[in-house]
């Protein structure tokens, strides 16, 4: 299991592909980076080089409950480091979902690094702003609260961790339950700023300032929304909007998996995007 060392945690990360452009794919939702295996073989066989990673507090890195800034800066300037210990800068950024948004805020935070965006499953509107923060705040604060840090490591989402990475128990274990709520709440009240549509906290302004060659294809649950595809395509200048033959559906939240019929098509159009727009890392 290749592991690197990264501000102060060990971060799980495969690379598909020896040769061509470089890209990082990046899952949504606090999922480790398995479910895009399939789907980066697909693009690395076109010629690329693709980064999956495990951002910490998911898959097999290590949990570390800790930090000033946002869980999702925390996670944008782990990877502006990978990248460059890999000798992989600058480098196509894309993902689903919260990689979809990781993508956008590391083009903000290290805009050097990055080639292009490739963006899918485009997070925004009122139910994602009403359904997430319990998905990845409220339900372990409140877990925390009422049966301290064994409640915690014993819900579904933490239980993975420590299966995942055993010393992951012992870290959790450590903790104050005040401390691990005290941080929780921070990420929770960073994730809750910003705008609700059509990117979930992110800026119209912060879009209609990215400069990097830009593709978008939009989603179609509830917590993804085609509108917010569409939108964020149009504030994006000189972005490309492309649109899988795909109707939205009265559902939640579709796994990425649900889009496997059409992963040949996107690794096409993403290779295609991609060479056209390619310049050498250094």
């Not at 507090?57 to 210990?85: F, M, P, R, Y």
């Not at 689903?96 to 805020?105: H, P, Q, V």
């Not at 339900?139 to 299966?163: K, P, S």
């Amino acid at each position: 299991m290749p592991l690197m060392s990264v501000r102060d945690v060990q971060i799980h990360y495969r690379v598909l592909g020896d040769h061509g452009p470089w890209l990082a794919l990046i899952t949504g939702g606090r999922r480790g980076f398995n479910e895009f295996v399939a789907f980066a073989e697909k693009i690395a066989a076109k010629g690329f080089r693709v980064l999956l990673h495990d951002r910490r507090n998911t898959g097999s890195s290590d949990v570390l409950i800790a930090g000033e800034d946002g869980e999702e800066e925390i996670w944008a300037d782990d990877l502006a480091v990978l990248l460059q210990k890999l000798q992989a800068r600058p480098a196509f950024i894309g993902g689903t979902s919260s990689g979809a948004r990781l993508s956008m805020l590391f083009n903000q935070r290290h805009p050097q690094a990055v080639q292009g965006l490739l963006l899918m499953r485009i997070t925004g509107g009122a139910f994602a702003a009403d359904r997430l923060p319990e998905t990845y705040y409220q339900q372990f604060i409140r877990a925390a609260e009422q049966g301290g840090m064994q409640a915690v490591c014993e819900t579904e989402q933490y239980r993975e961790r420590i299966q995942a990475n055993p010393a992951n128990l012992q870290r959790l274990m450590a903790m104050e339950p005040a401390q691990y709520t005290q941080v929780m709440n921070h990420w929770l009240r960073i994730f809750l700023k910003g705008p609700r549509e059509p990117v979930l906290g992110m800026e119209e302004d912060v879009m209609r300032a990215i400069r990097v060659p830009t593709i978008v294809v939009p989603g179609n649950d509830k917590t993804h929304a085609s509108v917010n595809g569409r939108a964020t395509a149009a504030l994006i200048p000189g972005s490309i909007l492309y649109e899988l033959p795909l109707q939205d559906q009265d559902v939640p939240v579709l796994p990425f998996s649900d889009w496997a019929p059409h992963e040949d098509t996107l690794a096409e159009v993403f290779a295609e995007f991609m060479h056209s727009h390619e310049k050498a890392a250094v």
